[in-house]
């Protein structure tokens, strides 16, 4: 079925009747510039947010109780209708343009957005929605809404244009958004300075904080950002390489890039640990890494075949992070020849309760291997990153300009 702008077709009443879908994101053309952040609303009748928990965005992907989550990469969120928590009656489901207005663009630099509404439990297509947006001059686009009506959930093909970003677009739902001047849980890396004085014990109950729609891209070499420890510690980082899938023929990326040879693109890191051990999680080698012990840091398997719309994952335990002394991110070309210019790839750092930040690989070295990404300190508790974007021929060299000082044989991924 094929979904015109108002229309809208019935979800509980198709058979069988999916427990959960998934809306799935895409745009043309797909290697757009533009980046593109996606949203949902959980509503109420009033057409508001209950608390700003029900707003589900690139810094907290999902609803309590689990009835909507996002994809790590915003392409896709799933809604589970028996997890929805009473009230909710409306799911908007929007996607904006990062700092669109201060970077002059607009949706009318797409050709189309399309969203495809699937069953989640096998992926069959209930509904898709191709909206033609050439003509648009807008920021921000409300795609689709999710409807309960007489105990049934539908779904309306919207495709509105909405003036402004996504901070005007939450606070329209009535989420509350920390204003630009507010103070963020960031602050940026400076010189050693003196422990602070033990804090007063705090209060029983603590006011909500407005929501921060902060995205932080570190913009020059050698610039850092220090993410400041909360009572509670951290929760896991997200580490996500991802890169333009472009448009052609061949297999993935790359492969098209090189008419066809495969080129696999991999996401690593070194470590060392407080108590002075050292190595490196990555593919080559199938060094994994784990989670639950040394060295807390895991590679969240491989795409070899380049055609992963979401990219590489690694994760942390930030519950452990005390136990890390530093982290170098890193990607490597494991076969092909090195074409980093054309990837326009991008790094993102995610953790619970902080901004997400962004690195992109703005300079370039074809004639090496290996790219050193970000480095994440520990300082007194707290992530130092930096962006490094620096290039080297292989692991010695890499090793040898951070001091890890490991020992390296030539390895093969099996």
């Not at 909507?68 to 908007?92: H, N, S, W, Y």
């Not at 920021?139 to 779904?155: C, D, H, M, P, S």
């Not at 895991?298 to 530093?326: K, P, T, V």
């Not at 090195?338 to 300079?363: F, H, M, Y």
Request: net charge neutral.
């Amino acid at each position: 079925m094929e979904l015109q702008p108002g229309q809208n077709f019935s979800i509980t009443k198709h058979s069988p009747a999916p427990a959960a879908v998934n809306i799935v994101l895409s745009w043309e053309p797909a290697g757009t510039p533009l980046i593109l952040d996606s949203s949902a609303f959980a509503l109420n009748t009033q057409g508001k947010v209950r608390s700003d928990g029900d707003f589900i965005f690139y810094n907290q992907l999902t609803l309590p109780g689990g009835g909507i989550q996002r994809a790590e990469d915003g392409r896709m969120f799933t809604v589970t209708f028996a997890k929805l928590p009473p009230g909710v009656e409306r799911i908007i489901i929007a996607l904006t343009i990062d700092q669109g207005q201060q970077r002059s663009q607009s949706f009318g630099q797409l050709s189309q957005v399309r969203a495809d509404i699937r069953n989640a439990s096998h992926q069959a297509s209930l509904a898709t929605f191709p909206l033609t947006t050439k003509m648009m001059p807008e920021t921000a686009l409300i795609v689709g809404e999710f409807y309960l009506r007489n105990n049934e959930w539908k779904f309306r093909a919207v495709g509105q244009g909405f003036v402004g970003g996504l901070e005007p677009l939450a606070r329209q739902y009535g989420v509350d958004v920390a204003d630009d001047s507010a103070a963020a849980p960031v602050s940026p890396a400076s010189p050693a300075t003196p422990p602070r004085p033990a804090a007063a014990p705090s209060p029983p109950a603590t006011p909500a904080k407005p929501v921060q729609l902060e995205k932080i891209t570190l913009e020059k070499k050698g610039s850092s950002i220090s993410l400041e420890k909360k009572s509670q510690g951290f929760e896991d980082l997200v580490i996500n390489l991802n890169w333009n899938q472009g448009s052609g023929g061949g297999k993935g990326f790359f492969g098209r890039l090189t008419g066809g040879r495969k080129i696999d693109l991999d996401l690593g890191c070194l470590f060392k640990l407080r108590d002075g051990r050292a190595g490196a999680v990555q593919a080559l080698g199938n060094s994994f890494g784990s989670l639950q012990q040394p060295p807390y840091i895991q590679l969240m398997g491989d795409d070899r075949s380049g055609a992963s719309a979401q990219g590489e994952f690694l994760h942390i335990n930030g519950r452990q992070w005390e136990q890390l002394d530093r982290v170098v991110i890193f990607a490597l070309i494991y076969e092909g020849a090195p074409n980093w210019a054309e990837t326009d790839a991008v790094v993102t750092i995610q953790t619970p309760g902080q901004p997400t930040l962004e690195i992109r690989l703005d300079s370039h070295r074809n004639d090496q291997r290996m790219c050193a990404l970000a480095m994440l300190e520990n300082e007194r508790g707290n992530i130092k990153v930096t962006k490094l974007v620096e290039y080297f021929l292989d692991h010695r060299f890499l090793d040898e300009a951070y001091g890890f000082g490991l020992r390296w044989v030539a390895g093969s991924k099996d």
